[in-house]
């Protein structure tokens, strides 16, 4: 399984930015697939997540700015995020369970299995 993300760049506070991730090796269509991020100096997050059934839960600080979805024939998963503030900048990165037609929502970085090499976003005031 790879993952590659894509998307990042540098915008302005208040900007948009869609970010995709492509799987290649297997269809993602009966996995959970997340975001994560990663600002510097600090732990990796969990940013949202998009379960095999296409249920979608995100982290509370998203506010409801971002938007997780898949599209299971282009095995690609979907960040659109709005109204970024400078501290959304970090390095995004997508990931995929090695568990398929998982039951729950898991947001622990530690229970997935495959990761992207990260997409860095900088939002700048």
């Known amino acids: 399984v790879q993952l590659q993300a894509s998307g990042g760049g540098l915008v302005q506070d208040g900007d948009s930015l869609r970010l995709s991730c492509v799987a290649s090796?297997?269809?993602?269509?009966?996995?959970?697939m997340g975001w994560f991020r990663q600002a510097p100096g600090k732990e990796r997050e969990f940013v949202a997540i998009?379960?095999?059934?296409?249920?979608?839960y995100y982290a509370q600080f998203m506010k409801d700015r971002f938007t997780i979805s898949r599209d299971n024939v282009a095995n690609t998963v979907f960040l659109q995020m709005n109204s970024l503030k400078p501290e959304d900048t970090a390095v995004y990165y997508c990931a995929q369970r090695d568990i398929p037609r998982s039951s729950g929502v898991v947001t622990t970085r530690e229970e997935y299995d495959y990761w992207g090499q990260g997409t860095l976003v900088t939002v700048s005031s």
């Open positions: 998009s379960t095999w059934r296409d249920r979608t």
């Open positions: 090796g297997r269809a993602i269509r009966s996995y959970d």
